[in-house]
């Protein structure tokens, strides 16, 4: 038995047979040719590249209607075929240097490769494989093998074990045939692991050299609720998570089941549940996990994943697909946050000492003016097709959001010039998240409409902690007293001007932290859209009277540990603790 450890994808638990994808490379076959034969090489290569055409074409038109939100992922293969990189490259080396096309072909990707290797992002470094895989493609057609996934053969369902899954190998995917699936490669927010996590098949991935600690046909169990692997388990492991997967099915039944009442304590207290979102395939798990809209739409994502930067139109359609889906509930559209930790390939950035305090977020969009025009049109176009909030990041005071408003409007004045169609009165929201703000949040929210507390830069701005550096991440502590008290403060400053007041960093997801969140008079939490059900659950079972009695005596402890100390054993005492709590809880 072996127990292996990486990164949780798509939760649930499998327990079956390991199918081994053949991982075998195709070879490339390296020729020198005459010149003669180039004109009949190109024609080839143009011939495999229409023939990868028809056949993604057709694996479009073939998807289930439960995953038919996903033929962009194939859309962007197809775009990718002609890339000039991939293709007009591969032509070129045909003709200047008398190869053969697999060669040629091998050898544009191998640019591609080293050009893309030094990007330090991790979302863009993972489009190689999203290339690789249609290189693949190509080759295969040239070399007359056919594609790699397939599991017609099989009989009984499987746990497919692969180093990489490309999202269309996943797109072939059916939930008849596949109990799970375990990769080398991959991370959460790659394409493979919301796909997974939208087709509810539990998946671990990161998880290097799987591919040769297992063979095909043996037992193996994948929880991808903790990023477990246990590759031929005993007859005691086998049983603790035929239990454990039983409570989760019951679990997961009850809770998407209730994911669509609202999210109401019982003495009446009715706070908003949201989804925070980054990418336009994600919007049925959203609406699936009972959102009421989306308190957070990170729009980074858009410009990571080519490597030029997107146009107003490309813009306008993906902001205009989210909110028309989601109408009539809102949904918060975040003006670019690059600089710091998120990069975007073609936003060329002087390289910074201290990038978390320099030219990112807002600070960058007012530098760039014509990369914020872009984004202000598309998302203020896309606000004539249904309920769009507009949220501006890192902002540090007034002097700012004058600057940021004076220039929405000038763009307004430009659109209805053009004659588009646009909200005027579009809601303005401002993220808080740099410690100044707190302090003059009531200045703020005479010139906004709402607030979301980010806490995820609050916390790394006020206790002076890097995010990224695990060196520091140990005192990264959202229950420190002084950051309890900045939460009260945006909320109390808020409510007192008359707006309403959220949060969308990673503590609105948190069960243990809900109560305090409700007992603090929050209007609305924002969160990973698997994390919906179960707030609403703890909301629920809450009483809010109770909760804000909770939040004064936080408040008047000293520190983060006994904060912590009081929330879990209120937590334990009240409520009905369900797996993830439990989970969490023994985590806390
Ligand atoms: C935050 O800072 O809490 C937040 C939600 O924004 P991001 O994580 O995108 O910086
Ligand atoms: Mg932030």
Same mark, same amino acid.
């Given at each position: ?8 994808? @798509? ?18 076959? %390296? ?74 072909? $091998? ?25 690789? &895989? ?18 017609? @053969? ?7 074990? !692969? ?13 008849? +045939? ?11 927010? @790659? ?124 813009? &306008?359609?993906?902001? +205009?697909?989210?909110?028309? +889906? ?34 990112? !977020? ?6 760039? %003016? ?29 002097? $700012? ?5 004076? &220039? ?9 010039? $053009? ?8 809601? #303005? /929201? ?22 979301? #507390? ?47 007041? /959220?949060?969308? /960093? ?77 989970? &969490?809880?023994?985590?806390?």
């Amino acid at each position: 038995m072996d127990t292996l450890k990486a990164i949780a994808a @798509s939760p649930g638990i499998a327990i079956g047979k390991v199918f081994l994808l053949d991982a075998k490379k195709i070879k490339t076959v %390296k020729k020198k040719i005459g010149s003669e034969d180039v004109t009949k090489e190109v024609t080839r290569f143009k011939e495999a590249v229409r023939s990868v055409e028809d056949q993604l074409r057709k694996l479009i038109s073939e998807l289930p209607d439960e995953i038919k939100e996903h033929s962009n992922i194939i859309k962007s293969y197809i775009l990718m075929l002609r890339d000039k990189m991939v293709y007009d490259k591969t032509i070129e080396l045909i003709k200047s240097r008398r190869i053969n096309a697999e060669w040629a072909l $091998e050898l544009a990707k191998e640019e591609i490769r080293a050009l893309f290797s030094t990007v330090a992002d991790s979302y863009i470094r993972e489009r190689i494989e999203d290339i690789g &895989f249609v290189v693949n493609k190509i080759k295969s057609i040239l070399a007359g093998t056919e594609a790699r996934l397939d599991l017609s @053969s099989i009989e009984e369902p499987v746990i497919v074990v !692969a180093r990489s899954l490309s999202p269309a190998d996943t797109l072939h995917i059916r939930k008849e +045939k596949v109990l799970g699936f375990v990769t080398e490669l991959g991370s959460r927010t @790659s394409h493979t692991a919301i796909l997974a996590r939208s087709l509810g098949i539990p998946a671990v991935v990161g998880l290097e050299g799987v591919t040769s600690k297992c063979l095909s046909g043996e037992t193996m169990i994948v929880d991808g609720l903790k990023g477990i692997v246990v590759v031929e388990p005993d007859d005691d492991t086998i049983s603790t998570y035929r239990l454990r997967q039983e409570q989760y099915l019951s679990y997961r039944l009850e809770v998407i089941h209730n994911s669509r009442l609202p999210a109401e304590t019982v003495d009446g207290y009715r706070i908003k549940v949201m989804a925070n979102m980054e990418l336009v395939e994600e919007i049925p798990i959203v609406v699936q996990h009972g959102a009421e809209g989306v308190g957070l739409f990170r729009t980074e994502f858009l410009y990571m994943t080519s490597n030029s930067l997107p146009t107003e139109e490309q813009l &306008f359609l993906a902001y +205009k697909e989210v909110v028309e +889906k989601l109408n009539p509930y809102p949904v918060t559209i975040r003006t670019l946050d690059i600089g710091g930790d998120k990069l975007a390939s073609d936003v060329c950035l002087e390289e910074e000492i201290n990038p978390a305090l320099g030219l990112r !977020a807002i600070r960058l969009c007012l530098h760039e %003016k014509g990369l914020f025009r872009a984004q202000l049109r598309a998302i203020l176009r896309a606000s004539a097709y249904g309920n769009l909030r507009l949220l501006f990041p890192m902002v540090s005071g007034k002097s $700012e959001i004058i600057e940021v408003k004076g &220039f929405l409007s000038s763009v307004m004045d430009e659109l209805e010039n $053009e004659g588009h169609p646009f909200n005027r009165n579009i809601k #303005i /929201g401002l993220m808080i998240e740099v410690p100044t703000a707190v302090l003059t949040a009531d200045i703020l929210a005479r010139e906004a409409d709402f607030f979301s #507390i980010g806490t995820n830069d609050l916390i790394q701005y006020s206790l002076a902690i890097d995010r990224v550096n695990d060196a520091v991440s140990h005192l990264y502590e959202p229950l420190h007293p002084g950051v309890l008290r900045m939460i009260k403060m945006t909320v109390d400053s808020a409510h007192r001007e008359g707006i309403e007041v /959220g949060m969308c /960093g990673e503590m609105a997801g948190e069960p243990l932290y809900v109560p305090l969140l409700l007992g603090m008079g929050l209007d609305e939490l924002s969160m990973n859209a698997l994390a919906i059900p179960k707030t609403k659950k703890i909301v629920r079972q809450s009483n809010q009277e109770e909760c804000s009695r909770l939040v004064s005596e936080l408040l008047g402890l000293e520190s983060a540990y006994q904060v912590k100390e009081k929330a879990v054993q209120f937590f334990k005492d009240r409520y009905a603790i369900d797996m993830e709590t439990t989970d &969490f809880l023994e985590l806390a």
